[in-house]
């Protein structure tokens, strides 16, 4: 068999600038608010900090050498804004964006092309003080952060992302206050900074097309939150479908209210009934900002809610069975993860696909041998890829994979107890070990995919019912 990935698809690797650039105080770099709350004793675990990470800043040579090395066409890398706006506003630090220029050239040189995500949640501490999402004022604040990285890049960046993850930065940093700032407001409020954030993600996409030097590709990478029909039954495909299409009161977790505002210009309706008085304050002409073109819909996608429809064609969750696959998350392994999510989100939004993050943390370590035999992570991702190519095959205007994460990293609240990479870092010693998946994932690239099909665990060809290990027992649960 031969893999249905285009020519021109892009196979990349991702990772996000507080999480691996270190240097957190150095050449003129303004605190961002998870120095801040790093730094607030209990925040993380153990203990960790983000202040040296894998010292990315300092090393930033030997690590795109090692992207060739993995074959990789694509990085995606995050901008930290106070390294560049150490205020936030005002006056820029050339030597923060100094650094950028020297890394794209780096990641150029190597023919690995930069996409360059505007922000991946390391705010300007300076700005948090003046409040944060909640200003108003925080939409025109990340337009002129925008303009001065596209002002310095875009004459060898083509390709941009605005946000990463509203659902998180917004919810988890101020609902559940689980990561930075660590707030835990009222909803109505939560929504407010929510809806500032989208204004910053269209007037960001305006500045990016009224100055890019170089035509510009731009999208952005919120959460896919994705469920999977347990058959391939109409009904249950509608019931999954279905709820990947509902917005839930007392939270952030959907596609919808995300999704909907810039890409089709509004809130779903059913998104204003649910959140009812905590809904934002908005203008109509706010949607004349936020819904700008793009050219493609990223999404983060690592696992999926098994669905099926009830007893009056209602969506339910289908409980999965004792000791079924997980990671070290404890995120289920739902290998048609990729297969419905590129599929529910394509025909919704009727724009090109891009899996902007995917992959999965494991207690990866070096063995006596020297290595780093992560097999798991190879099942993992030979599993999802053969779902995403089974899309594609269907239809699906999948163009890009960005595996998470190019090396271990700074987990974010639960500090470096999490290895995400095809890298392994030694966080004492700063040495890196490329794993047995990075080199698995070279041939992934080289091919172009055909060496799913060419693996023994590939030897059932994927499909969505549940021979490829998605079996769930019978006890559900409302979606």
């Known amino acids: 068999m031969s893999s249905s990935f285009p020519s021109n698809f892009t196979w990349g690797a991702a990772a996000a600038s507080y999480q691996i650039e270190g240097a957190w105080q150095s050449d003129g770099k303004g605190a961002s608010v998870w120095d801040m709350v790093s730094h607030q004793k209990g925040r993380i675990w153990e203990g960790h900090t983000g202040d040296v990470a894998c010292d990315h800043y300092n090393r930033y040579k030997d690590d795109v050498a090692m992207m060739s090395q993995m074959g990789l066409q694509a990085y995606r890398l995050s901008v930290s804004w106070p390294r560049v706006l150490p205020s936030g506003t005002g006056k820029v630090n050339e030597a923060g964006l100094a650094f950028y220029d020297r890394l794209v050239d780096e990641l150029l040189a190597a023919r690995i092309q930069p996409w360059v995500t505007l922000f991946h949640w390391d705010f300007p501490y300076d700005l948090f003080m003046r409040g944060g999402w909640l200003n108003p004022d925080s939409a025109q604040w990340f337009a002129d952060y925008t303009a001065v990285v596209v002002d310095r ?166 409980q999965l069975d004792p000791g079924f696959p997980h990671t070290h998350f404890l995120w289920k392994r739902t290998d048609s993860a990729l297969y419905w999510g590129t599929k529910f989100l394509a025909e919704r939004y009727k724009l090109p696909i891009v899996i902007t993050e995917n992959g999965l943390t494991m207690p990866d370590w070096v063995s006596l041998d020297g290595k780093v035999h992560d097999s798991h992570r190879i099942d993992f991702l030979h599993r999802y890829l053969l779902g995403l190519d089974k899309a594609i095959d269907e239809g699906v205007d999948v163009q890009g994979y960005f595996h998470w994460s190019i090396m271990d990293n700074f987990e974010w609240a639960e500090g470096y107890k999490h290895r995400f990479g095809l890298v392994h870092v030694d966080y004492a010693t700063q040495v890196r070990t490329l794993k047995d998946s990075a080199h698995w994932y070279r041939e992934v690239i080289r091919t172009n995919g055909a060496n799913l099909y060419n693996t023994p665990s590939s030897a059932t060809p994927f499909t969505t019912a549940s021979n490829v290990g998605e079996t769930a027992s019978l006890t559900t649960a409302s979606v």
């Open 153 to 318: 890049l875009s004459d060898r960046v083509s390709h941009w992302i605005t946000l990463n993850e509203p659902q998180c930065f917004i919810g988890l940093g101020h609902l559940h206050g689980e990561h930075a700032p660590g707030l835990k407001l009222g909803l109505h409020e939560v929504l407010q900074a929510g809806h500032h954030a989208l204004l910053a993600h269209g007037r960001s996409v305006q500045t990016i097309r009224a100055r890019a030097k170089t035509t510009p590709v731009i999208g952005w990478a919120p959460v896919g939150c994705i469920n999977y029909p347990v058959t391939d039954s109409a009904a249950d495909v509608a019931a999954a479908n279905a709820a990947m299409d509902t917005v839930w009161d007392g939270h952030c977790w959907n596609n919808r209210w995300w999704g909907d505002a810039p890409v089709l210009g509004s809130y779903p309706e059913q998104g204003l009934k649910a959140y009812g008085k905590n809904a934002p304050k908005f203008k109509d002409a706010d949607f004349d900002i936020i819904k700008q073109p793009l050219d493609f819909y990223g999404c983060n996608i690592y696992h999926a809610t098994p669905t099926k429809a009830g007893a009056n064609g209602e969506p339910e969750t289908v």
